[in-house]
């Protein structure tokens, strides 16, 4: 079959996810403003991670941080978030960074997220959530945050996107006198202990670190005052939705809560109705759209085949990504592409952070051309410029195909999401197929040495 193109808005292009700012210079270190640290009370420093073992010993320092080469140059204020009733304090931030015009979901939730109310947003990755929540969190934070007691909290599913997450809104906030800080698994304990005693006013984290430091006393979050659970579905799929009630019921202060998913329904719907009040539903797409103008292409090879298509498909798309649904596969496709000459990577668990964050940034930075992934480990990629998602095996649901594919075509960019089909996976993909509403053709059968592959378009005329 030809490839298939889905728009949410022909018309729409908003503005780069990726800030001019670079983010490791944004950390403010003038704490004057904050007063002399106020004494805690019955404070004890434990030394043990989430799972019982020395939480140091294995832990690096890591101040790199994963950044984007698209970059945007600063602009004139007011942007067009002003009009949406955000602060010039925040939109002076903004204007820096070089984001003029909000992306759609941003239109429809900042407003209402201003006024207070709980909000639950559906919205695909890639589509400009991060400022949808973060631009109203620093916008109604006005105190300065006392020392291990932030104001504002996002739980994330991964390491990955708590980074990506913070390089959004670090910049923004630093205009605004206001710290940022991920914090997550793999990185230093002790150095995100030292900076929460700083004083932060916004925490993000992965669940599980942040329950490590809540039961050692390092972190209080009886002030926290807004709560956004980012990529809910994706924690509630991991098996974090136990340990995110936790987290939310230890938020005693919290006034105003935040969700954002690509689905609204099973654990997630159970955290909307037990922990929002009242929220009012933001989404600018059905429950099956892909963001921005995405190419959908079904090709039928040879197992054989499939890493020399791969490696056809990449002689023309400068940044691709591939997933595939083990670790051993992940590394294996990996090795066989760099034995084809082509500059690949795998990225999974079983790498150490260090690792994971040198394989993204320059990935990030266009010095690698393939990343082959598994799922997990690419749920934090936040990068607008992939051109291709190769699934390697057909994704086992809409929601997983979903979440694969939202990798591409973003910010208003086109993109392609390749599906692998050999000859006994035909049924699951013309199930996928029903399920996000394309035509459920057979697909198109192809091998490594067809012309079309060198330039993708070209299928668009069968």
């Not at 799972?51 to 080469?69: A, F, I, Q, W, Y």
């Not at 480990?377 to 594919?405: F, M, N, Q, T």
Request: one cysteine or more; a negative charge; hydrophobic letters at 35%.
């Amino acid at each position: 079959m030809g490839a298939v193109v889905t728009t949410i808005d022909g018309t729409y292009r908003g503005a780069s996810m990726q800030p001019a700012c670079t983010l490791a210079h944004h950390m403010t270190t003038d704490h004057s403003r904050r007063g002399a640290p106020r004494q805690r009370r019955n404070r004890r420093r434990s030394n043990k991670g989430s799972n019982g073992r020395p939480g140091g010993e294995h832990d690096h320092v890591n101040t790199e941080k994963l950044t984007s080469t698209t970059t945007l140059p600063p602009v004139e204020p007011p942007t067009g978030f002003a009009d949406l009733g955000v602060p010039s304090r925040i939109d002076d931030g903004l204007a820096a960074c070089g984001f003029a015009t909000p992306f759609n979901i941003q239109t429809e939730a900042i407003p209402v997220a201003m006024t207070g109310k709980d909000v639950c947003g559906r919205a695909k990755t890639g589509s400009g959530k991060t400022l949808a929540f973060g631009v109203p969190m620093l916008a109604r934070i006005t105190d300065a945050a006392e020392p291990s007691m932030p104001l504002g909290l996002v739980l994330v599913p991964t390491r990955e996107l708590a980074v990506q997450v913070a390089e959004v809104l670090e910049p923004v906030a630093a205009h605004a006198g206001m710290r940022v800080l991920p914090v997550y698994g793999g990185a230093s304990r002790h150095h995100q202990i030292d900076e929460l005693a700083k004083g932060v006013e916004v925490v993000i984290a992965t669940p599980l670190r942040l329950i490590d430091l809540i039961k050692s006393g390092e972190v209080e979050l009886d002030q926290c005052q807004i709560v956004t659970l980012d990529e809910a579905d994706r924690m509630a799929d991991d098996g974090f939705t136990p340990q995110v009630e936790w987290i939310l019921r230890h938020c005693t202060g919290r006034t105003q809560t935040m969700l954002f998913s690509a689905t609204l329904d099973g654990d997630v719907g159970h955290l909307i109705k037990h922990y929002q009040r009242d929220p009012e539903t933001v989404a600018i797409d059905e429950a099956t759209d892909t963001v921005g103008t995405m190419h959908h292409l079904f090709l039928a090879v040879h197992h054989m085949d499939k890493d020399r298509v791969i490696g056809s498909v990449s002689t023309s798309i400068p940044k691709m990504l591939v997933f595939c649904q083990t670790k051993r596969v992940c590394d294996r496709v990996a090795r066989n592409l760099q034995e084809l000459g082509i500059d690949a990577s795998p990225l999974h668990g079983d790498m150490q952070q260090s690792s994971r964050e040198r394989v993204l940034r320059k990935f990030a930075e266009g010095k690698l051309k393939v990343l082959v992934a598994t799922d997990v480990a690419a749920r934090g990629i936040d990068i607008d410029d992939i051109g291709a998602v190769i699934h390697y095996e057909p994704a086992k649901d809409v929601k997983d195909y979903l979440h694969r594919s939202g990798r591409t075509a973003r910010a208003g960019r086109d993109g392609w999401a390749v599906t692998l089909v050999e000859y006994n996976q035909h049924t699951q993909v013309r199930v996928l197929q029903r399920g996000m509403r394309l035509p459920t053709e057979r697909a198109t059968e192809v091998f490594s040495n067809d012309k079309r592959l060198l330039n993708l378009i070209e299928f668009d005329d069968d």
